[in-house]
């Protein structure tokens, strides 16, 4: 297996989830997870919310929002990314799923808090305070599998 393989499906998830599952050979899961990319993206006007997002329109976009459905999509996102990642040969070492759930996860917190928060005065939105909060979800999760890495090291 080419060593780029896993990265290759990895940027197709990101892409969209589903996509990396259907190079895999894993076409039931990949379609499952495009069905539920859709679902979830439809149902929570996503598209429309990044759309206003975009163009700066913050209140127009939290309003569009439909949070019920939208909370759903991180835990989707990443999942679909750490499956097509791993199928493909990466995702060897232990606790290596760490940063892509906590990244879901504080994602969703981000998702959860955004028609309010605010950096400076500025309120921030369902796309841009989620896509912030991906950087202390990686932060913690690598670094979380680092302490659990060298603590199962100690104990062996």
């Known amino acids: 297996m080419h060593e780029n393989n896993k990265y290759e499906k990895l940027f197709w998830s990101i892409a969209l989830p589903g996509f990396g599952q259907l190079l895999n050979g ?7 997870l495009i069905f539920l990319e859709f679902l979830v ?3 929570g006007n996503f598209n429309k919310v990044i759309f206003l997002s975009f163009h700066g329109e913050i209140e127009k976009a939290i309003q569009q929002t439909d949070y019920h459905w939208l909370m759903f999509y991180p835990c989707l996102y990443f ?3 750490w499956d097509a990642y791993k199928d493909a040969g990466g995702g060897k070492k232990p606790y290596s799923f760490l940063p892509f759930v906590f990244s879901a996860y504080f994602v969703t917190v981000g998702l959860i808090f955004s028609s309010d928060f605010t950096i400076l005065g500025i309120l921030i939105g369902p796309v841009w305070l989620p896509i912030l909060a991906v950087v202390p979800g990686v932060g913690i999760g690598f670094f979380l599998q680092l302490l659990m890495n060298k603590w199962r090291e100690k104990r062996t």
């Open 79 to 81: 999942f679909a990314m």
């Open 26 to 32: 894993k076409y039931i899961k990949g379609i499952i």
């Open 41 to 43: 993206n439809v149902q």
